[in-house]
């Protein structure tokens, strides 16, 4: 196996994992906290959100630093192409969970789910939109890796 070949396959784990995750959350964990009353929904998401750091966000940069690394390796301008936009997409879902989603988690984070205070505003919808938003760039970013890996490797 050439190192092309090794790097291709890394970035389609790597990048497999990211859509995968993001899809599953967004299939099933987002629709399952959004009927929870507000008490349940802080409980809930303070257990679910534990482990995710530093793992996915090792993956998502992992990713993108091997899609970089094969824009290099590669000799076709249209695949050099290619992983620079995988990269650039991988790069966005790590923007967007970084500014958008992870602050609202802090918020959340710090709340006591037995006194959410009256004037709480929930940040459900507006974690979903960004949620939904990284989950099809990552989506995306798997798809250009796949077209790459398997037109050019």
């Not at 091997?66 to 390796?73: G, T, Y």
């Not at 967007?96 to 009256?118: A, G, Q, Y």
């Amino acid at each position: 196996m050439s190192a092309a070949e090794l790097l291709g396959l890394t970035v389609i784990i790597g990048s497999g994992l990211t859509a995968g995750v993001l899809f599953a959350v967004a299939l099933s964990v987002v629709p399952a906290l959004r009927t929870m009353p507000p008490s349940t929904y802080v409980y809930v998401h303070q257990r679910i959100g534990r482990h995710w750091d530093p793992t996915m966000p090792l993956i998502v940069l992992g990713s993108t630093v091997v899609d970089l690394v094969l824009a290099f390796v590669v000799a076709e301008p249209a695949a050099r192409l290619g992983f620079v936009v995988a990269a650039v997409l991988l790069l966005a879902v790590s923007v967007v969970s970084h500014f958008c989603n992870v602050p609202l988690n802090r918020t959340v984070k710090v709340l006591d789910p037995e006194s959410i205070p009256v004037d709480w505003e929930d940040p459900r919808p507006i974690w979903r939109r960004w949620h939904l938003l990284r989950t099809g760039l990552a989506v995306l970013a798997l798809a250009v890796n796949a077209f790459m890996v398997i037109l050019l490797l």
